[in-house]
């Protein structure tokens, strides 16, 4: 039911900047999770940035310091901005959602639902 569509990657030089967007649609519930995730070949899939029914984000360690996610009034969209990037940061970034009514009890860990995902490339 949930669609999400990730747009904004592309190749840049390390230390420069990226945003992402993630446009979602068709969800069930008011109150619903939201994350990015990153994978690498022959790595697995990480979170890197969720966001909590409340609207709080977590970060992972590796991007704490240089991403920043927000999201429109409606909440259906999530926002990456990246920024200081480098190398390592290069990966297949995708979207996905956790769109159901045990989040509210046991937190954001139904990933059930994911986008396309886009490409970013960081070359130094």
């Known amino acids: 039911r949930v669609r999400l569509v990730e747009s904004g990657g592309g190749s840049v030089q390390a230390g420069g900047s990226l945003s992402l967007t993630c446009t979602g649609s068709?969800?069930?519930?008011?109150?619903?999770?939201m994350a990015w995730f990153r994978q690498v070949p022959g790595k697995e899939r990480e979170v890197i940035a969720s966001?909590?029914?409340?609207?709080?984000?977590t970060y992972s360690d590796s991007v704490k310091d240089r991403f920043t996610v927000s999201q429109d009034n409606a909440k259906t969209t999530l926002f990456l901005q990246m920024n200081s990037l480098k190398p390592e940061d290069t990966a297949m970034y995708y979207c996905a959602a956790d769109d159901n009514h045990l989040a509210k009890y046991e937190g954001c860990r139904r990933w059930n639902d994911w986008g396309q995902g886009t490409q970013v490339t960081v070359s130094s």
């Open positions: 068709g969800f069930t519930y008011s109150v619903y999770c």
């Open positions: 966001v909590d029914i409340y609207g709080d984000v």
